[in-house]
């Protein structure tokens, strides 16, 4: 009974073994990766990023469902993969999380009674209108005679329309993630190698998304610190719609595709890429200010925005920090199907889905 208190459809945060694609329901695409093992290491096997129509999400909750199933059903066709099974994961927002210190060497059952007598003091709802799960990420700093252990709550809406969008499509989602848990797996691939980026460092990951831009900064495999301001890749659509006369969708696609008139670079661009990157410093000395840390070694960039040209450089002169562009498929195998130029350009806009494509391989 405590069991399904704790999670009625499914466990989220948990992983599972059987094969299964990583789906992101993001503001403006649904994007979808297969990965398989492939000796050592991985293989990219498939992936789609298909566009939602505008206003289908606001605010990270799904506004119309039978849209955005639509997408994802045709997005699951252009995948051409017969794997159902499915891994999603919700906006930072809408899940509640907090690390306790519990007894170690516990049976399962009776950490489960303490993480619900633990939820009741940190979460704002009744616990039947809320999905309760909890992870134990391990031996607690400093002492051996306890675990740190993750919980983590959202109210059972928010899981169920996105459940609600995969079963339209066909869909059977299996494992319910968190965004910024999802991004952070997908970030373990892109340590070392030719990034130089080490877990001793403090790393800034930068995802620029379409309307929000969220700065996560990791030490020791620990975040350290979150802020999340509101400018995105969509503000630069606004920008070339006025600036050229065009409709937002034409924008859009211009943005994409290119073809724009020789003053886009100078006139909205480079101010575009200005303000991403005055955002950047202003989020990090935020950082600084609160926190013992002094500098960072490192930004990655993700987010649609992060191949924007130009961007790179403009943030690592203006934050004087060693600066990458995310791939997490850089040190992977690809399918005969991957356009390896085209991923490149996509990986940064696939971190999430990247990183949920990976719970196919945690046994745990």
């Known amino acids: 009974m405590l069991k399904e208190k704790l ?55 799904i506004v119309n469902i039978e849209a955005a199933g639509e997408v994802m059903k045709r997005a699951h066709k252009l995948l051409g993969t017969r794997i159902k099974n499915i891994a ?13 210190l519990l007894k170690a060497n516990q049976r399962e059952e009776d950490i489960e009674y303490q993480v619900q007598s633990e939820a009741n003091q940190y979460i704002p709802f009744s616990l039947d209108e809320v999905n309760l799960d909890f992870q134990v990420i391990g031996p607690a700093p400093g002492s051996d005679e306890e ?39 997908a970030f373990d691939l892109i340590k070392g190698g030719t990034t130089g ?14 309307q929000t831009t969220r700065v996560t900064v990791m030490h020791e495999e ?21 600036q050229f006369g065009m409709p937002i969708e034409e924008a ?35 950082f600084f200010t609160s926190t013992q840390f002094s500098k960072v070694d490192h930004i990655v960039l993700s987010g649609g925005c992060a191949n924007l040209e130009g961007l790179e450089e403009m ?4 934050t004087q920090a060693h600066t990458v562009v995310a791939n997490p498929f850089a040190n992977m ?4 199907k991957i356009k390896p130029r085209q991923l490149k350009v996509d990986a940064p806009a696939l971190m999430i889905a990247c990183g949920l494509a990976m719970r196919r391989f945690d046994p745990s």
């Open 222 to 242: 620990q975040q350290v610190y979150s802020r999340e301001q509101q400018l995105g890749g969509y503000q630069l659509t606004q920008d070339i719609s006025r």
């Open 88 to 100: 999603m994961a919700l906006p930072s927002a809408a899940v509640i999380t907090k690390k306790v």
């Open 315 to 318: 943030v690592a002169q203006r």
């Open 7 to 61: 999670a009625d459809q499914f466990e989220f945060l948990r992983a599972k073994a059987p094969p299964l694609i990583g789906v992101d329901i993001s503001s403006s695409f649904i994007k979808m990766v297969e990965l398989v093992e492939a000796g050592k290491g991985y293989r990219v096997e498939r992936y789609v990023v298909e566009p939602l129509p505008h206003d289908t999400i606001s605010d990270g909750n």
């Open 252 to 286: 859009e696609v211009a943005k994409k595709t290119g073809g724009l008139p020789e003053n886009y670079g100078p006139d909205v661009l480079q101010p575009f890429n200005e303000k991403i990157a005055l955002e950047i410093s202003r989020a990090l000395q935020f």
């Open 333 to 336: 195998a690809l399918s005969s």
């Open 197 to 210: 980026i080490e877990d001793k460092d403090v790393t800034a990951i930068v995802d620029i998304g379409a």
């Open 147 to 185: 675990v740190e252990v993750l919980i983590a709550a959202s109210r059972k809406e928010k899981i169920e329309d996105r459940v609600a969008v995969a079963e339209a499509a066909g869909l059977k989602t299996i494992v319910m993630d968190v965004e910024s848990y999802a991004a952070l797996a």
